[in-house]
């Protein structure tokens, strides 16, 4: 019995062969097959990156000494060397005293051969390193700002400014043509019948000749000096923010300090202590005082030995045991502690804008009381916007600070109020963070209205008319150095900016893309590019495999054929449009395709269309011959329809005969040839063929008579062939003279006689298996 056994496809034994290859195993050949197997699916990608992270992870730990990332440390570690020491100098403390840079995350990181537990070690020092920099730089940047030690650093420089302005303008020559300007208006009002503006302008001028000594004697003393705006809004607001929090002693070192340690207590130590021991420890006198003695050795065993010692077993059983759901945690209070840094950051950012704005202001007014004051118009109305907003920002200070003071409270008491302290505190401390910069921004666009029409109020009083009823006319508040570089107006006006850059055509010719930083711009500019390329018909190598690249291709080979019709026939001829339309429509395509084709070539568009009719006409009267071989039946119809066409317009009639000559040349070429090598003589030596390519019949009958099926089928195989290639070849012949000479009658004849030997023989053999066009 014979075993079939299977046989491998020539691809299995094609990578067989590749397997014995040396150079397929070269580290560049492994290296990119890898890459490509890595790249296929989205999967594989998810896959290798996460197996890439994990080896990174277990690379980094031994390295770094044990699992000590950030502030974590085995508890077999005397003592942790890897403290936040870039963040010591802030000097952030909670209410035990303990430095918030020195806080541990105490867990048991095991060894090495538990890679387990080291990678959850590794990611929870991570996340805790994260947390704490986020937290520590948001406490420290609002205590820095509300202890207002910044302003003492701006003072000296800002006052030298102001001074060196006031040297310049403040002099007896511009008063005096200040003052004259101010006079001419003065007289006008009276010559006009205004004596109440002539009295109020008057009044004005010396309202602000006499203030305005006192000012110009120390320009920013008003806002900077010990008993200036800014230092009683600091005042007001550090007493506001005091009482809030129980402290009756407006002392400033003392109250940023209480503020920091409630901070550092309820986004710092209670926030860790629920990450690290799954509820907060300081419940328990004894193991508060355990955690912050460990804290301040640096020792996590230590820690680690005094939740034992405390009786506080499941915090001990969470430093032996971290679990995943720990990272889960310390994800939500990486959020958290997000959203803090942006809202202390929001928030002071507004406060020092609110100072820095009302400096801005008492320089600009140094204007006004040197020359703009005392001229009636819009240079009054200056330095009325500008007192205005320098009082209003001074103001918007207190606001701040004791928004801040109130703000403080309000989470102080959601904390102490929440059960357990744990995570539900934590989650309604971020949306209460969250509310709060809606609550700002409100407040914030409240005070810059007021300020604005304050402003135009006083304005309008000078001016004599009524303020208008709405808000101001004059865009007061958005001009305001507050408003403008504010961080949500700053975001607003950077987007814009960025938005106008990427549809910049400067931007678009630095990148090489247009809209560049628009998302997928890249691959945007990627499909155009091929696109441009496909229509130009060029088919790229990366683009090849796509629909358009094959429509390309196909359209290219049509192109090629007619421009190759357009060489074989010397031109742009009915002749080479007939021979184009044939090889495009054999290449699958229409006669639409064919006629663009023909118009790449260069044909004129009446060629183009006769030839499509001719075309059209030749397969439909095909159709309906009665002769058994299409190409034969096509010639057939070809040259009824030229002879047909005597009488039409010359590129009809041309289209028709090329056709003719055409559908003879198809004829000819798809005929079979002999395999026997004689000449035309030799050949006409055998009665058959004389009988049936040279002698003359009147009529079919009289064929038929002659030319039997026996004598066919008696005669061999070549013989038939022969008589097929010489009928075809004939006709093909003709067909060419006919088409370059289609009034010469004797050519017509001649065509029309060797037709009808073809069909004559078509038509004697049909539905035999001898017949001369199918051997």
């Known amino acids: 019995m014979r075993q079939h056994l299977p046989r491998l496809d020539p691809g299995s034994r094609r990578h067989l062969s590749e397997g014995w290859d040396p150079m397929c195993w070269s580290p560049l050949a492994v290296h990119r097959r890898c890459r490509v197997w890595a790249a296929a699916t989205r999967r594989r990608r998810i896959t290798v990156r996460l197996v890439i992270s994990l080896l990174i992870l277990l690379a980094i730990w031994p390295l770094s000494g044990g699992a000590a990332v950030g502030r974590a440390d085995t508890i077999t570690d005397g003592r942790s060397t890897s403290a936040i020491d870039g963040l010591a100098w802030t000097d952030i403390r909670d209410s035990s005293g303990i430095p918030l840079s020195d806080y541990l995350f105490t867990t048991d990181g095991g060894s090495i051969f538990n890679p387990r537990e080291a990678v959850l070690t590794s990611v929870l020092g991570l996340l805790f390193t994260v947390f704490m920099v986020i937290v520590i730089s948001a406490i420290w940047l609002t205590g820095f700002v509300v202890s207002f030690r910044w302003l003492d650093w701006l003072s000296t420089p800002l006052n030298a400014v102001a001074d060196g302005l006031r040297d310049q303008l ?72 005091a009482g809030l929090n129980g402290d009756s002693n407006p002392d400033s070192r003392s109250i940023v300090a209480d503020l920091n340690s409630t901070l550092a207590d309820n986004f710092a130590r209670h926030p860790l202590q629920v990450w690290n021991f799954g509820h907060v420890i300081d419940d328990s006198p004894r193991c508060r005082t355990a955690w912050s003695s460990g804290i301040l050795a640096g020792s996590e065993s230590q820690v680690a030995r005094g939740m034992r010692d405390c009786g506080d077993a499941y915090a001990h059983a969470k430093i032996m045991n971290p679990s995943p759901g720990q990272v889960g945690t310390g994800l939500t209070l990486l959020i958290f502690g997000t959203i803090l840094l942006l809202f202390m950051s929001y928030l002071s950012i507004k406060i020092f804008l609110a100072a820095l704005s009302s400096i801005f202001h008492a320089i600009l007014t140094v204007f006004g009381f040197a020359a703009g004051g005392f001229i009636y118009g819009p240079t009054q109305a200056f330095l009325v916007r500008n007192l205005a907003d320098m009082i209003g920002d001074a103001g918007a200070l207190v ?64 001016e004599g008319r009524p303020a208008p009823a709405g808000g101001p006319s004059t865009g007061i508040g958005e001009s305001s150095l507050r408003y403008s570089l504010s961080p949500g107006h700053a975001m607003g006006t950077a987007l814009r900016g960025i938005a106008e850059f990427n549809a910049n055509p400067v931007a678009s010719f630095m990148f090489g893309r247009p809209s560049p930083l628009t998302y997928y711009s890249k691959r945007m500019q990627e499909m155009n590019y091929l696109n441009y390329e496909l229509l130009r018909g060029n088919v790229p190598q990366r683009a090849a495999g796509s629909w358009m690249a094959r429509l390309t291709l196909g359209k290219n080979a049509h192109d090629a054929a007619a421009r190759a019709a357009v060489d074989d026939f010397d031109g742009t001829n009915a002749r080479a449009a007939a021979a184009a339309m044939t090889t495009i429509l054999s290449l699958g395509a229409d006669r639409a395709d064919a006629m663009g084709a023909l118009a790449v070539a260069g044909f004129p568009s009446q060629s183009r269309r006769w030839v499509a009719e001719a075309h059209a006409r030749t397969m439909q009267a095909a159709e309906d011959n009665p002769m058994e071989y299409g190409p034969l039946k096509r010639v057939a119809a070809a040259l009824d329809l030229a002879e047909n066409s005597r009488h039409y317009g010359i590129a009809e009639r041309s289209a028709h005969n090329a056709q003719f000559a055409e559908s003879a040349a198809l004829f000819y070429r798809l005929s079979p040839r002999p395999m026997r090598n004689r000449s035309d003589a030799d050949w006409e030596t055998n009665p058959l063929v004389w009988d049936t390519v040279r002698r003359n019949y009147a009529t079919y009958d009289e064929f038929q008579n002659v030319v039997t099926p026996n004598r066919f089928a008696q005669a061999d195989e070549d013989t038939r062939r022969y008589i097929a290639y010489r009928l075809s070849r004939d006709l093909s012949a003709t067909g060419e003279q006919y088409y370059r000479t289609p009034d010469d009658q004797n050519i017509r004849e001649q065509a029309i006689q060797q037709k009808n030997r073809a069909a004559y023989v078509d038509l004697r053999l049909a539905g035999s298996n001898i017949g001369p066009w199918t051997n």
């Open 170 to 241: 403040a002099t007896p020559i511009v008063l005096a043509v200040a003052a004259s300007i101010g006079a001419l208006f003065v007289a006008w009002f009276v010559i006009r019948g205004y004596h109440a503006k002539a009295v109020l302008q008057v009044v004005v001028m010396l309202v602000v000749a006499v203030a305005g000594v006192g000012f110009l004697a120390h320009p920013l003393a008003a806002v900077l000096s010990p008993n200036g705006l800014l230092a009683h809004g600091r005042d007001v607001g550090i007493s506001v923010a």
């Open 399 to 462: 606001v701040y600070t004791t928004y801040l003071g109130c703000y403080t409270l309000v989470l102080d008491h959601v904390f102490r109020s929440a059960p357990d302290s744990g995570m539900a505190a934590i989650f309604v401390g971020g949306v209460v963070l969250i509310a709060g910069f809606v609550l700002l921004r409100r407040l914030d666009l409240s005070l810059l209205g007021g300020q604005s029409r304050t402003a135009e109020k006083i304005r309008a009083a000078l």
